[in-house]
């Protein structure tokens, strides 16, 4: 398996523009989790699906984030609009549900916005 | 507020020397899990401790889950510049969900 795949790996735009960012799971794992990394506030949950469904969307920052799945094998992050303070790397992960499973992490996208 | 912290926050040693990362919380979880992150990429697993009081080793790596299930150590016997990295424990509460919280990070820099 090649892992949880992310695209793009940078990304660079304009404040006030549309951003989406992609991932697509291990082949078999049902839960997937978008993660944001800053220096400040470290690695923050955003938002979490088990079997496609969203369970806790209580980490996104604001309306201007959404996310789907919508299936089993792809999943999208939209900022919209993107502000400076979105800037951070996002991280895709995928697991099998239950407590004691360990994530498998992207490589992250790494957004900026100016 | 941080659900688990770790210290200290930044630990920088010459190789060959021994060293210990704390993960603390007030709050009881069900299983707790050790990342190491290397820069430009994601975390990766090292290791996943379930039972209070269970120690696991790995290699020149031993973990320990405290008794009481809040807190956890990460020991590093006679480090290697390889073990350079962001260090991340993450804990499972015992809610059912299985989404983890992650703790602070110990950034660990060994000097060849």
């Known amino acids: 398996d090649a892992g949880v795949i992310q695209s793009p790996r940078h990304e660079v735009t304009e404040m006030g523009q549309e951003v989406t960012l992609r991932c697509k799971p291990i082949s078999g794992h049902n839960s997937l989790f978008w993660y944001r990394q800053t220096m400040m506030r470290g690695l923050e949950l955003l938002i979490y699906?088990?079997?496609?469904?969203?369970?806790?969307d209580s980490g996104m920052p604001e309306d201007r984030f959404s996310a789907k799945m919508p299936n089993a094998s792809f999943s999208t992050l939209k900022i919209q609009p993107s502000e400076p303070r979105d800037s951070a790397v996002y991280f895709c992960a995928s697991s099998f549900s239950g407590r004691n499973y360990g994530y498998t992490f992207g490589s992250g996208t790494r957004l900026t916005v100016v | 507020t941080q659900l688990l912290e770790q210290s200290p926050q930044f630990l920088s040693i010459q190789e060959g020397e021994n060293l210990t990362v704390y993960c603390n919380s007030s709050s009881v979880f069900s299983s707790l899990q050790w990342y190491r992150q290397e820069p430009g990429e994601g975390p990766v697993l090292l290791v996943t401790?379930?039972?209070?009081?269970e120690v696991k080793k790995l290699k020149r790596l031993t973990f320990q889950f405290g008794d009481a299930r809040k807190d956890s150590s990460l020991h590093i016997t006679a480090a290697q510049p390889g073990d350079t990295g962001l260090y991340l424990c993450?804990?499972?509460?015992?809610?059912?969900?299985?989404?983890?919280?992650f703790g602070t990070g110990t950034r660990l820099t060994v000097i060849p």
């Open positions: 401790v379930v039972t209070g009081g």
């Open positions: 699906f088990n079997n496609n469904v969203p369970i806790d």
């Open positions: 993450a804990g499972a509460r015992q809610t059912g969900a299985n989404n983890l919280f």
